[in-house]
């Protein structure tokens, strides 16, 4: 829908015609934020929808057989809890400002978080014949940030990581622990990010040619919502990419106070 006020005069109706103009202008741009904000949503409910459907359908058939149902019902119940916290959490990425954005911090272990999340894409990783390899530091990690919020960054990276990512190839997700940091990475060998792009990928609702190419439902929301999901937490997300090498992504949270953990 287009609001076009033109009227060319310098007295009040002149000024009021400008002002008209200038308000029109902004409410076409709000709905066209809304809608694309809408296009995110549905992006974001579609993921974990498409998994539970398809590990439903593949014991209901027999392709998983009835000795694993107890592996696949946890990830399914995973995924209805991360479907349920997006629900929750619509209100607040409907106000993508960081200082909007209110955080539940609490002690968990991040290396548990990260193990549950890639288990969520085993079956786009098997359709496309990608392996998931995780380095991570001990066997408990434990750090203090928002761990709905949290699963939601490692979820949009390593959805993007597949997206990008050739047949055949790995992914590396790796915890480090540096000064009282935990730095988390994600790496894969995919199609990389043009130099050109690299300082663009986090505004909201960019798409490079490349992304446009490779998944059109898209709308180029997730890595803002991510970076402001890290910043929001005080704390830092970076990548480093080549095209046609790959993209690494590395964010950092507080290390858990010791005197707090349960």
């Known amino acids: 829908?287009?609001?076009?006020?033109?009227?060319?005069?310098?007295?009040?109706?002149?000024?009021?015609?400008?002002?008209?103009?200038?308000?029109?202008?902004?409410?076409?741009?709000?709905?066209?934020?809304?809608?694309?904000?809408?296009?995110?949503?549905?992006?974001?409910?579609?993921?974990?929808?498409?998994?539970?459907?398809?590990?439903?359908?593949?014991?209901?058939?027999?392709?998983?057989?009835?000795?694993?149902?107890?592996?696949?019902?946890?990830?399914?119940?995973?995924?209805?809890?991360?479907?349920?916290?997006?629900?929750g959490s619509l209100l607040a990425l409907n106000n993508l400002n960081t200082k909007g954005m209110l955080l539940e911090k609490i002690i968990f272990d991040i290396n548990k978080i990260i193990r549950n999340t890639a288990a969520s894409f085993e079956g786009t990783c098997k359709q496309k014949a990608i392996a998931i390899e995780m380095i991570l530091t001990g066997d408990e990690l434990f750090v203090s940030a928002d761990v709905g919020k949290i699963q939601q960054v490692l979820y949009n990276l390593l959805d993007n990581a597949i997206k990008f990512?050739?047949?055949?190839?790995?992914?590396?997700?790796?915890?480090?622990?540096?000064?009282?940091?935990?730095?988390?990475?994600?790496?894969?060998?995919?199609?990389?990010?043009?130099?050109?792009?690299?300082?663009?990928?986090?505004?909201?609702?960019?798409?490079?040619?490349?992304?446009?190419?490779?998944?059109?439902?898209g709308t180029g929301l997730g890595l803002s919502i991510t970076k402001e999901i890290i910043q929001a937490h005080g704390e830092h997300i970076n990548v480093i990419s080549t095209e046609g090498v790959g993209s690494e992504f590395i964010f950092s949270l507080p290390v858990a106070d010791e005197d707090n953990e349960d």
């Open 1 to 87: 829908m287009h609001y076009d006020f033109k009227i060319d005069s310098e007295d009040e109706i002149g000024y009021l015609g400008a002002t008209l103009a200038y308000m029109a202008s902004e409410i076409a741009r709000s709905e066209d934020d809304q809608k694309k904000f809408v296009a995110n949503v549905s992006h974001d409910f579609r993921s974990p929808l498409t998994s539970i459907k398809g590990y439903l359908e593949a014991m209901l058939d027999g392709t998983i057989p009835p000795e694993l149902y107890e592996k696949y019902l946890n990830i399914v119940l995973n995924e209805t809890e991360r479907l349920t916290k997006l629900t």
């Open 165 to 217: 990512s050739h047949p055949d190839s790995i992914i590396k997700i790796e915890t480090t622990e540096k000064h009282n940091k935990v730095f988390v990475s994600v790496k894969d060998s995919g199609i990389g990010i043009p130099k050109d792009d690299l300082k663009l990928i986090w505004d909201r609702f960019y798409k490079s040619d490349l992304s446009r190419g490779k998944d059109k439902k």
